[in-house]
C-alpha cells in the first residue's frame, strides 16, 4: 500500500516488532496497583504497629522516624524495582498477567530503566495523577512514567 501524504496522521500503536501480548490498559493495571498496595500495607503496617503503637495511626507527621521511612517508603521502592528487575512485575502485575517491557526492543528492560521508571512515577503522580490516568488514553497504553523509562506494560507472561 503506498504512503498518502494527505492521510491524517495515526499515532503509535504497535509494539516493538519481537514483543508479544498487547498493551494492559489502565484499569487491568489499576486493578494489579490496588493488589501490591494491599500486600505492602500487609507487611509494612504490622512492623509500623510494633513499632510505634497505635499512636502512630494518630498521628499527623508525613514520617515517624528514620524506622517509619524505611519501611514504609525506602522497602516498598526496593522490593517494587526488585520483583521489576527478576520478574518484570510485581505480585500484583503477575496475578493480573501482565509485564512490563522495554518498549524499544520487545525485551526485558535494564536496571537502568527500572529506577528510571520508579522515579518516573513520582512526574506521574505529582500533578494530580494525570501521568497515570494518561494510560487510559494513550495509544500504547503508556503513563508518563512509562515514556520516560521507554517501558511498556502488556499481557502476558515470562
Known amino acids: 500500500m503506498d504512503h498518502n501524504p494527505y492521510a491524517a496522521p495515526q499515532a503509535e500503536t504497535e509494539l516493538p516488532q519481537h514483543a508479544s501480548g498487547r498493551p494492559a490498559g489502565f484499569w487491568i493495571r489499576a486493578g494489579a496497583s490496588v493488589i501490591n498496595s494491599i500486600l505492602i500495607i500487609a507487611v509494612t503496617m504490622p512492623l509500623i504497629f510494633m513499632i510505634y503503637g497505635k499512636e502512630y495511626f494518630d498521628s499527623t507527621a508525613f514520617v515517624e522516624g528514620p524506622l517509619d521511612l524505611l519501611i514504609s517508603y525506602i522497602l516498598p521502592a ?29 525485551e526485558k528492560c535494564s536496571k537502568g530503566q527500572l529506577v528510571l521508571r520508579y522515579i518516573g512515577y513520582y512526574v506521574a503522580v ?26 511498556l506494560v502488556v499481557y502476558g507472561k515470562d
Open 126 to 151: 505529582i500533578p494530580l495523577f494525570i501521568g497515570i490516568i494518561w494510560v487510559a488514553f494513550d495509544n500504547r497504553k503508556q503513563g508518563w512514567h512509562d515514556k520516560i523509562a521507554k517501558t
Open 78 to 106: 526496593i522490593a517494587v524495582v526488585v520483583f521489576w528487575i527478576y520478574r518484570s512485575a510485581t505480585p500484583g502485575k503477575m496475578l493480573v498477567g501482565v509485564k512490563i517491557i522495554d518498549a524499544e526492543t520487545g
